[in-house]
């Protein structure tokens, strides 16, 4: 995408919002999609860069973490992928649930986590969002279920939460979300078959970027059409590259039953810390999307040219955003550990003090809560 | 099938509200008082709804509750068990059912990952109040695939808890305690005994009597040797001590209750009356709950009183056959617990 100068403005010299115009969507079983002429204020595209950036930004320091071997284990990155949970958190309420597979740090963060207790979760400190006992795969927060190591069980998950949300008749919807690879999984296509058959509020969500750890989609599925995959449910895909479809989204809400829709979108990272992420695809892929097809970098020149804010505006976005991160990743590294009595404790819930054996039969911890 | 138990509640007058109720009508009445106490709680699983259970444990159920409280669900174990941790998670109170445990494989990592570890995982903050319930090991003529016994996999697991009933005070009190208990709870039940009625006292049938998980029973009080089983086998554990007791050997016969967490401490205090003990259990001897019930005697205080090594009495090591005089040699038969007392006794 082209960089437009613009000369300093003051920001009453804004536009309050701009339309604009996105591509249509893929539909299947339906008969309309989302619309393609969508309508951004000011005031949304400042908080989608925000969020979006403060997410690429974490991640970019649980990266450098991780290398510094302070983040240990498992550490699957989001960057290149922002738009989807940035749009998806905007077009849903507060109240409505979302539950989502192991490459979870950008949910955790749009579901409203702060940054400091996501990165003192990676490296397994106290402070933590759920105190060091989940690490990266399993964080979790209010209407929020993680985080989920085992590819595809979060969909009949989401599915169960539907039903709780039918079941309370509180008019509330559960974002299944799950990737090109768990797509082949076959409890998501038992799932399919009763969410439709007793009409839950499950939004299916295909993240698709394209691998499935190391194995691209062309040699994991016989049908690469994964919003089509529902069969019998009605799905459309969407071109992720911005975060403007959630404008349309909300339509998409107002059917009686569960929906799929596939996320068209790119990680720059490899599949986890452990992949370089280069074997299975190619770098001059990889720097194409990144040049071409940044949510980021998109959104910007979009609110730029469209007078919605100036390049000094966002950049002093970046800066703030930058010092979060690196205050976060300050608390991250110099909290203390979890106490070793921890260990014993929520192996149940609402349970009286129990004794939980250690390593052997003379090392006992207690189970306080 | 013999009928264990029931010879010895028949030879007794009942006493005023004293009733005979079947396992199965015990566990009935726990489901229906339980959905009517709890609007939260819910069952499903196959053939639960219109076919009244595919054993009848959920007969009239779905005439009174309906479509919302009693759902039939497709075949698809993994599919339905995840739905329903998903659920409970986001605050039903679901009662799972397997048609029998063996199907439960299917759907083995959406009980252990998704519903055990959960709490943990989540530092407290993710509860999932769900059973997981339906008849589990040997039945009769089935074979192997659909004779395994689940205690030992399940009892593995932190963050389960797993009951085993034998009485029909023990289904009901025990299924009421797991509705309640807000963990998920493996109830491994037993088709053999449904139809056998046991005797309920009053207090028994009533709307809040539970049964507390953890806590063993005993059965029958004995001075000469321990006899610790769960399920089914503790009836035979019953015959085995009659028939002992008509040789002058008295057997202390406890009933687990719950596999875990197990009240390891009321086998110790027997142990330490009887100085002998004899595990018995329908699943296989490798890995299993007599092995662990074994282990933990060993390094607790119990040991120093045992006169001779603990016995274990089991399945066979075998995937389960049908010809009938293959199968009856393949499970803990009376005769069995019979031979390991005597052995251990030296007698």
Not at chain 1, 29 to 40: A, I, Q
Not at chain 1, 284 to 313: F, G, H, W
Not at chain 2, 297 to 308: T, W
Request: hydrophobic share 40%; glycine share 8%.
């Amino acid at each position: 995408a082209s960089r437009v100068m613009v000369a300093s403005r003051n920001y009453a010299d804004f536009a309050n919002e701009a339309t604009f115009e996105i591509k249509k969507c893929d539909l299947h079983r339906l008969e309309e999609g989302p619309s393609t002429t969508v309508v951004m204020t000011r005031e949304e595209g400042l908080h989608y860069y925000k969020t979006m950036q403060t997410i690429r930004r974490m991640e970019l320091k649980a990266d450098q973490l991780y290398k510094q071997k302070i983040i240990r284990g498992f550490c699957h990155l989001y960057d290149g992928q922002e738009a989807c949970c940035v749009g998806l958190e905007a077009a849903i309420k507060p109240t409505d649930h979302v539950i989502t597979a192991y490459r979870a740090h950008g949910f955790t963060y749009a579901r409203g986590v702060p940054t400091r207790e996501i990165l003192a979760e990676l490296t397994g400190r106290k402070g933590g969002c759920v105190k060091g006992k989940g690490g990266s795969m399993h964080m979790y927060t209010k209407n929020f279920y993680g985080g989920n190591g085992i590819v595809g069980a979060q969909v009949p998950l989401g599915a169960g939460i539907a039903l709780a949300c039918k079941y309370f008749d509180k008019n509330e919807v559960c974002l299944t979300l799950y990737g090109d690879g768990a797509a082949n999984q076959g409890q998501i296509f038992e799932t399919y078959n009763m969410a439709a058959l007793w009409k839950l509020p499950c939004v299916f969500i295909c993240e698709n970027n394209r691998y499935g750890m190391g194995t691209s989609v062309e040699r994991a599925a016989a049908s690469t059409d994964y919003y089509k995959r529902g069969d019998f449910i009605p799905g459309l895909r969407v071109r992720t590259d911005t975060a403007f479809f959630c404008g349309g989204m909300g339509n998409t809400f107002l059917f009686k039953g569960p929906i799929l829709m596939e996320l068209q979108t790119y990680r720059y990272h490899g599949h986890s810390m452990s992949d370089p992420g280069i074997s299975y695809r190619t770098r001059e892929e990889i720097q194409e999307v990144r040049s071409k097809s940044d949510p980021i970098t998109l959104l910007k020149d979009r609110m730029v040219n469209n007078n919605l804010a100036s390049i000094e505006e966002l950049k002093e976005i970046d800066v703030a955003v930058r010092k979060e991160i690196e205050e976060a990743a300050q608390f991250a590294t110099t909290d203390p550990e979890p106490p070793l009595e921890e260990l014993g404790n929520h192996i149940y819930f609402n349970e009286p003090p129990f004794e939980v054996r250690g390593p052997n039969q003379w090392i006992r911890y207690k189970s306080v809560c | 099938p013999r009928r264990a138990g029931g010879r010895a509640a028949a030879l007794h007058c009942p006493a005023a509200g004293v009733s005979q109720v079947t396992v199965r009508d015990a566990l009935n009445q726990a489901l229906d008082e339980e959905l009517e106490r709890d609007e939260r709680v819910f069952l499903l699983g196959e053939e639960v709804a219109q076919y009244d259970g595919a054993y009848k444990i959920s007969r009239g159920l779905w005439k009174k509750y309906g479509d919302k409280r009693v759902i039939d669900t497709p075949i698809s174990e993994m599919g339905f068990t995840g739905i329903a941790v998903g659920a409970a998670m986001a605050g039903l109170r679901p009662v799972c059912e397997f048609m029998t445990f063996n199907f439960s494989m299917q759907a083995i990592d959406q009980v252990i990952n998704s519903a055990a570890k959960t709490c943990y995982m989540s530092a407290g903050s993710i509860a999932v109040p769900i059973v997981f319930r339906g008849p589990n090991g040997a039945s009769a003529g089935v074979a192997a695939q659909h004779s395994q016994c689940f205690a030992a996999w399940y009892g593995h697991c932190p963050g389960l808890k797993v009951v085993s009933p034998w009485s029909s005070e023990d289904a009901k009190g025990l299924l009421k305690a797991s509705i309640r208990d807000d963990n998920p709870v493996v109830m491994l039940e037993n088709e053999l005994l449904y139809g056998v009625p046991f005797e309920m006292s009053e207090q028994a049938q009533s709307k809040d009597f539970v049964v507390p998980i953890g806590k063993a029973k005993i059965e029958r009080q004995g001075t000469h040797v321990t006899l610790v089983s769960h399920s089914r086998p503790v009836g035979h554990c019953l015959e085995a001590a009659a028939i002992l007791a008509k040789e002058g050997v008295e057997c202390e016969v406890i009933n687990l209750r719950t596999i875990r967490p197990m009240d390891i401490e009321a086998v110790e205090a027997s142990v330490v009356k009887t100085n002998h003990l004899v595990t018995v259990e329908g699943g296989w001897p490798q890995f299993g709950v007599g092995a662990e019930i074994c282990a933990r005697i060993m390094e607790g205080s119990a040991f120093n009183y045992l006169d001779a090594p603990a016995v274990r009495v089991t399945g066979a090591d075998v995937p389960m056959p049908y010809a009938k005089i293959l199968e009856d040699n393949c499970i803990p038969q009376v005769k069995d617990i019979i031979f390991a007392v005597k052995k251990t006794l030296n007698i």
